[in-house]
């Protein structure tokens, strides 16, 4: 959803909700290594607040607002595009904030 141009850090959203295996592993263990292209990242996982989300859904929607109609409605949320619309399904989804502190390494 979102990257830092520092690549410091992360946002993604968990498209099949707070079940999803993945987001589960991160809420019990938030420190971790993820990969991104050939590097991989030391990460502290962070669970932004439902309004927090909804910024963050409507700064994408701005963005990739296609996209983020798709993903709407691939969750069954409110499809419109509208800020409110884009607002209102980023309260719903859960997001994930990973922050590095350190420079990548190469594998």
């Known amino acids: 959803m979102e990257r830092e ?11 099949f909700g707070p079940e999803a295996d993945w987001y589960r592993n991160l809420q019990a263990h938030p420190k971790t290594v993820v990969q991104v292209g050939s590097r991989h990242h030391a990460v502290t996982a962070h669970f932004p ?6 910024d963050i859904m409507a700064r994408y929607g701005r963005r990739h607002p296609r996209t983020a109609r798709r993903l709407c409605a691939f ?8 800020e409110a619309g884009l607002r209102e399904a980023g309260r719903a989804i859960p997001f994930v904030r990973l922050e590095t502190a350190i420079e990548p390494r190469s594998v």
Do not use: C, N, V
């Not at 607040?49 to 909804?54: I, N, S, V």
């Open 5 to 15: 141009p520092d690549s410091r850090g992360w946002t993604i959203a968990s498209g």
């Open 75 to 82: 969750m069954g949320l409110p499809a419109d595009g509208s």
């Open 49 to 54: 607040a439902p309004e927090a989300g909804a």
